[in-house]
């Protein structure tokens, strides 16, 4: 069992271009999240899913989308990147939602320029 | 708003020695706590969690104790190890099923172990 994926593990991007990061996950959870993370401002949600099908907003929403087609799969889009975009990416999936467990990808480094 | 905090945010402690982290919290709502270690490059990493009618949970060589009279929590580390070096996060689980994804996280502690 892999747990979580992320792909890629890093990426530097000029600004403008589209950009889709990669969440797998294998475990048959409801709930999958993305996070960002800065340093000093610790994990910052960006949007969730608690079901396949739908997706809200989290703290950190602008200038980015998602979609949940089916249960495995959450991908995280950016429009026309933005050098403040620049972060450490996690996808993070939990059984239910909410009040439980989350488990974490290894992560995307994403640069943008 | 209400946020996760740490009163610690580096702690230095000897191969061997107990180690403990500490978070406070101020939403007396929240019913569930999580402990995660993230080493350097890795994404976080679930430790032990407690829920709020519990004021002490054990793991392997790690305690979570919760205090809810002060809005307290700690993890505590039998014996640390030099592997056991990474930065912890605390998360407090709010409890209203609200839009934010129910987790928020503290900033991190960042435990170093000297040989």
């Known amino acids: 069992i892999a747990g979580i994926t992320q792909a890629p593990t890093s990426q530097i991007l000029a600004a403008g271009r589209r950009m889709t990061l990669r969440c797998t996950q294998d475990m048959r959870h409801n709930a999958m999240y993305w996070y960002r993370q800065d340093l000093g401002l610790g994990l910052r949600l960006i949007h969730y899913s608690n079901t396949a099908g739908t997706t809200g907003k989290g703290e950190v929403p602008d200038g980015y989308s998602v979609s949940r087609a089916n249960t495995d799969d959450f991908p995280l889009t950016l429009a026309s990147a933005v050098p403040s975009q620049t972060s450490v990416y996690f996808c993070a999936s939990s059984v239910v939602y909410p009040g439980d467990t989350q488990y974490f990808g290894p992560g995307t480094r994403l640069t943008v320029l | 708003g209400e946020s996760v905090g740490l009163h610690l945010p580096t702690l230095s402690v000897q191969e061997g020695d107990n180690s403990i982290i500490n978070c406070a919290y101020s939403n007396s709502a929240s019913d569930y706590f999580i402990w995660y270690k993230q080493e350097s490059g890795k994404g976080p990493q679930f430790i032990i969690d407690?829920?709020?009618?519990?004021d002490k949970r054990q793991g392997q060589r790690v305690t979570v104790l919760l205090n809810k009279t002060v809005k307290h929590l700690s993890l505590q580390i039998a014996a640390t190890q030099p592997g056991d070096s990474a930065v912890y996060f605390c998360a407090e689980n709010i409890g209203d099923g609200g839009s934010q994804g129910n987790l928020i996280f503290g900033k991190g502690t960042k435990l170093s172990v000297k040989p």
């Open positions: 407690i829920r709020s009618n519990m």
